[in-house]
């Protein structure tokens, strides 16, 4: 696919745009998107296996939960048009943008999105770089997108390509396999709770749910397993050669994120799957590192988390002149489906199946929903929306906040 130079951009979006706009307002939410679903969305929790106790951790998934804690950015410019963008960290990434980002937005023109991007990287780099001030400039870069697409009246995807893929095919994670694949889905990843701590009992769980759910899905729809971080290099060996015939797609983060050597070691070592990683590294730098090492058959980076939209773009672009693929990590949401349609190099969205009815039936899974677009038949269709297409109002966010931060320019500008 033909993609536009990232970096050249904001002179054409200025030539193309009919009215200047300049920033003047930002307002942030700490959210808990679907309190209805979090207990649904658990990865693990506290139980036993016979004698062996798994403690009371819970590691909260699903497409909007980082520790319960996103960040919804709405940047207002003078002209009244407000964009929308979704990062992490809550309480304490709004205050990163109120105490510190906020004085270098005020008064600039969206268009310069990319410029803005790389400026308050620069200046949040002594205490930044990864983690929390990523989180929070990751919804300022989306929302900063989101008004790029509705100054210029396109979709943001049109902005990269005159090519982009219209369709994008999903993959469903979570346990309910069978179901998934009833509705539509031609490939699902699963959760494999039981790690080291676990012991050789623990690993014999997870190759009998391993067996179990291929046996469920059949050969025809690929199976793919998330471990969170749980194994080590000799464990996820072991399962790796235990699971040859049944064909999984990938092995997605088995150790600790920092031990790049171990995954090198496994990409190297196993050749049955794909070794995969990215979901909970930073920008091009964090990800030229794993690149570099040749740490991933694949790389996920997630556009709410990774550094937003036009830092993905960059990190897919490194990625694909290495000939390793990009496939977002919780891709099936309005800013990670236009990501995925103007990648240089194919890939599926990731969602969590369709809705159950007891949570669209749910006031409280309002914002879910609209967040949570629906693939149909296992596809998802992109709209013409201007921006990321979203369908969000101020009282629609303050129904979900845990705090709101209001960040407004009141002062006059010559």
């Known amino acids: 696919m033909k993609a536009h130079n990232i ?21 942030t939410w700490h959210l808990n998107l679907n309190p209805l679903a979090m207990s649904q969305l658990a990865f693990s929790k506290g139980g036993k296996i016979t004698d062996v106790d798994l403690g009371y951790h819970v590691d909260w998934r699903g497409p909007f939960a980082t520790q319960a804690g996103a960040l919804m950015v709405e940047i207002t410019t003078n002209k009244g048009l407000k964009g929308y963008g979704l990062g992490g960290g809550g309480l304490a990434g709004e205050l990163i943008i109120d105490q510190h980002l906020q004085y270098f937005l005020i008064d600039q023109d969206p268009l310069d999105v990319v410029q803005i991007w790389d400026h308050l990287y620069h200046i949040s780099s002594i205490y930044g770089r990864r983690g929390l001030v990523i989180y929070a400039l990751s919804g300022i870069d989306l929302a900063l997108w989101d008004l790029c697409g509705k100054i210029l009246d396109q979709p943001v995807y049109a902005l990269i390509t005159d090519q982009p893929r219209s369709e994008i095919p999903a993959y469903a994670t979570g346990n309910d396999i069978v179901d998934y694949v009833e509705q539509g889905f031609s490939a699902c990843k699963i959760p494999l709770r039981f790690g080291l701590a676990e012991g050789e009992l623990g690993l014999q769980k997870n190759l009998e749910i391993v067996q179990k759910s291929r046996d469920l899905i059949g050969e025809k729809v690929d199976l793919m397993v998330d471990i969170y971080l749980r194994w080590d290099v000799d464990y996820t060996l072991r399962f790796a050669e235990s699971t040859t015939d049944l064909n999984l797609k990938w092995i997605e983060e088995p150790i600790a994120l920092d031990n790049y050597r171990g995954m090198a070691e496994l990409v190297d070592n196993i050749d049955s799957t794909w070794i995969v990683s990215g979901e909970h590294e930073f920008t091009r730098y964090g990800f030229r590192e794993l690149l570099q090492w040749k740490a991933a058959d694949m790389i996920q980076p997630d ?43 194919a890939a599926m969205a990731e ?31 992109l709209n013409d929306l201007p921006g990321f297409g979203l369908d969000l109002s101020p009282e629609l966010l303050d129904a979900y906040a845990v705090d709101t931060v209001i960040v407004k320019n009141m002062k006059k500008r010559n």
């Not at 939209?309 to 990590?329: D, K, V």
């Open 7 to 27: 970096d050249q951009l904001n002179q054409d979006f200025k030539q193309n745009a009919k009215t200047k706009h300049k920033i003047v307002g930002i307002q």
């Open 351 to 381: 969602t969590f199946g369709l809705n159950h009815l007891s949570w669209a039936q749910s006031v409280e899974s309002e914002i879910y929903r609209r967040l949570r677009p629906q693939p149909k038949d296992g596809l998802f269709k």
């Open 303 to 345: 556009v709410s988390w990774a550094g937003g939209f036009g830092e993905c773009l960059r990190i897919a672009q490194e990625s694909a002149n290495l000939h390793i693929p990009t496939w977002p990590h919780q891709a099936g949401t309005p800013w990670g489906l236009h990501l995925t349609a103007c990648l240089p190099l």
